[in-house]
């Protein structure tokens, strides 16, 4: 079994494979959700030895956090770790806003804390920077949480490097979580600099809504977030199928599906220690924990870099 890892600086330690958890209540993101399927998916991951829960307040506005609160409560604290976070708010208009402003995300953060039932919260991320408040800012008001106990770990999503290195200014990011994937590896060139401040690179959109799962053909049809992405459009879609299936023999090799070498793949880049692949059923969250049984070669890893070439920036 592979060792749990530690998130940056702090103490908190997770097992590499998280569960993210935007389809558990996310009904602003996907439609016709199983609540009570989406609590059992929970309880399947911390069963299942899966102890990073990952979801935000936009996932549902609240619900996500609210059903993982209920559910938590069927086990003991030390068996399971929460991250969250936050930036949204909408105006009088009803229209979505982000805010990065220090008095805003203490505000936040308490709220979160209230929905999920805890007295700590184990990481907390800046969802998406606004335009106006100083990074370093918006980070030093985590930070005072952090000092009160009410946060554990400091996290910061969707900056960019220059953001981010202001953000981290005075050394108090642990974790950032960006877009990163097979199709999209633009943010490689973060790596370097995270893995020299010791922080943590979780990637989100790991598997692309299940493109990089092998699990479609050029029939399948979507009606929700997956309909509006180009990825999933025209020939840009079969072109990624076809990539897609140059993995199977990859995965025919170490008895798994596709899912599993991509996802063991991103654990072989620098400080990229913890993926959150999501899940919509139970038996979807013991599929992934399979990642752990695939040990790539040097020779796969640069074939699954001639499929997918790094991006040229």
Do not use: C, W
């Not at 936009?58 to 069927?74: A, D, M, V």
């Not at 199709?183 to 600099?193: A, G, K, S, W």
């Not at 599993?260 to 990229?272: E, Q």
């Amino acid at each position: 079994m592979m060792k749990n890892v530690k998130l940056g600086k702090s103490d908190i330690d997770v097992f590499p494979i998280a569960l993210g958890t935007n389809a558990v209540g996310g009904h602003n993101l996907y439609n016709n959700l199983d609540e009570e399927q989406g609590k059992e998916v929970v309880r399947t991951a911390i069963k299942s030895g899966v102890s990073l829960l990952d979801t935000a307040y936009i996932y549902g506005l609240g619900r996500s956090e609210e059903l993982i609160g209920e559910t938590i409560k069927e086990f003991s604290r030390d068996e399971y770790k929460i991250a969250t976070k936050g930036a949204h708010y909408f105006d009088e208009n009803n229209e979505e806003r982000i805010s990065n402003k220090p008095e805003f995300l203490k505000e936040q953060v308490e709220q979160s804390l209230k929905r999920l039932q805890v007295d700590y919260i184990d990481l907390y991320y800046i969802h998406f920077p606004d335009d106006e408040t100083p990074k370093n800012e918006a980070v030093a008001a985590l930070k005072e949480l952090k000092d009160q106990g009410k946060i554990k770990a400091i996290g910061v999503s969707n900056f960019s490097l220059e953001q981010l290195k202001e953000a981290n200014k005075d050394g108090y990011v642990d974790v950032v979580q960006l877009e990163y994937n097979l199709l999209n590896r633009e943010n490689e060139h973060i790596f370097e600099y995270t893995s020299e401040n010791n922080i943590t690179f979780i990637p989100y959109f790991p598997l692309v809504s299940g493109l990089l799962a092998g699990k479609y053909t050029e029939n399948t049809k979507f009606d929700d977030l997956r309909a509006e992405n180009p990825d999933f459009q025209g020939e840009k879609f079969k072109e990624n199928l076809e990539k897609v299936n140059k993995l199977r023999s990859i995965a025919d090799n170490h008895n798994v599906e596709v899912a599993h070498v991509v996802l063991a793949f991103y654990l072989t880049r620098p400080s990229l220690d913890v993926i959150i692949p999501g899940a919509k059923k139970p038996e979807q969250v013991i599929a992934n924990l399979k990642t752990l049984d695939v040990k790539l070669t040097n020779s796969e890893i640069n074939t699954i870099n001639q499929i997918f070439p790094k991006s040229i920036k």
